[in-house]
Antibody, heavy 118, light 106 residues
């Protein structure tokens, strides 16, 4: 089982990025996939989730700006981040939620860095 | 949302020491509770879930206990590779981590 994130970059405030989380060893549509982020030197923050059935939820801090989606044919989950702000600067991780309850996150990607700065 | 307060925020301990980290919740937690280890520059790793169940492959020197609003993570016999930051996690409404405890080896 492996998760690999990509898509992080340096972007100006107001810009957009699409982060990818590609899975191997399991099928993303069979489970919940969550995105978390960690600002430099700070703790972990939940960002979004896509359920196996397709429902999506967001943290208040990103709702209306970020969109989570899934491409089953590519076994990949995406996080579209629009209207980025300086406070979105962080390492973004995706994780498999084995228990579907939000606490049993048994596999994580290596993280992808998003830097929002002019 | 339920807030989690970890203590201490950091500690120094020697190899072989018994180390205990506490996590207090602002309200009782009825569903899942977990502990994670994060080494510098790495993704978090699940150690314990359901407050006291050791995840597969995790060293047996790690143990967790607690319920309601008080939880603990204990490392019995600290090893050099245990130098990391430890986080508690609850998801009563959405996943929310505690502030972390940085464990350093003397």
């Amino acid at each position: 089982v492996q998760l690999v994130e990509s898509g992080g970059d340096l972007v100006q405030p107001g810009g957009s990025l699409r982060l990818s989380c590609t899975a191997s060893g399991f099928t993303v549509s069979d489970t919940y996939i969550r995105w978390f982020r960690q600002a430099p030197g700070k703790g972990l923050e939940w960002v979004s989730v896509i359920y196996s059935g397709g429902r999506t939820f967001y943290a208040d801090s990103v709702r209306g700006r970020f969109t989570i989606s899934r491409d089953n044919s590519k076994n990949t989950v995406y996080l579209q981040a629009d209207n980025l702000r300086a406070e979105d600067t962080a390492v973004y991780y995706c994780a498999r939620d084995r228990g579907n309850g939000g606490t049993v996150l048994d596999f994580w990607g290596q993280g992808t860095m998003v830097t929002v700065s002019s | 949302a339920i807030q989690l307060t970890q203590s201490p925020s950091s500690l120094f301990a020697s190899v072989g020491d018994r180390v205990t980290i506490t996590c207090r919740a602002s309200q009782g937690i009825a569903s899942g509770f977990a502990w994670y280890q994060q080494r510098p520059g790495k993704a978090p790793q699940l150690l314990i879930y359901d407050a006291s169940t050791l995840d597969a492959g995790v060293a047996s020197r790690f143990s967790g206990s607690g319920s309601g609003t008080y939880f603990t993570l204990t490392i019995s016999g600290l090893q050099p590779e245990d130098s990391a930051t430890y986080y508690c996690l609850q998801a009563e409404t959405y996943p929310l981590f505690g502030g972390g405890t940085k464990v350093e080896i003397k």
